[in-house]
């Protein structure tokens, strides 16, 4: 506005009149130019919330034991109406005979390597790889039954809730887990790939 009521003021030859015009379309260009720029990105920009215990259904989609070593990979799928966003390490329990019971991670990452954090799109799938090891009894396990759960339950990291994933688990001595997720060159035991990956 104070660029057009000093212009209307002045009164200059034609000339000088063309060349103010000019330089008050150039000055209205670049403020405009300047807010799109500055404000566009800041609005279209949208975060992609984590996925909760609701969003998602787990099933275990392979085991094999062998040489002292259990690996459990569990599928996770997301059931929900939105994309989300499936990352960290989960808490895990033990379910048998009505109680729950926490599980020791005693480390990330498996023998097989880790997951990536990944974005689910409705019925997409992700992962999580359990690792046990059967060291501590190479004699055989006489408290096997205690050592043994009906259901896996993974408590999803920033405690966005649980998933309850029916499976036998044995875990007598040691247990490593991956991060939640994905990997491109994942595909051990499951064929449940997130698309785009």
Known sequence: ?????????????????????RRAAV?????VSLTVTTTGPRAGAALVRSCSGRDLVGSVTGQLAGLGN????????????SACRLGGYP?????RGGRTY???????GTQYGNLS??????????????NTTTGCVPGGDPLA?????GATIIVLAGNRGTVAVAGELY????????QLGWSRSFHFLTTNRPRGS
């Open 1 to 21: 506005m104070a660029v057009v009521s000093a212009l209307g003021a002045a009164r200059p030859h034609r000339s000088s009149s063309l060349t103010a015009a």
């Open 27 to 31: 000055t209205v260009f670049v403020v």
């Open 70 to 81: 259990g690996i459990e990979t569990i599928a996770l799928t997301n059931v929900g109406p």
């Open 91 to 95: 808490k895990l329990r033990g379910a």
């Open 102 to 108: 926490e599980l020791r991670v005693n480390g990330h």
């Open 117 to 130: 954090p990944t974005l689910l799109t409705p019925r997409s799938s992700g992962a999580l790889i359990i």
């Open 145 to 149: 039954a205690r050592h043994t759960y």
């Open 171 to 178: 875990d007598p001595c040691q247990l490593w887990e991956s």
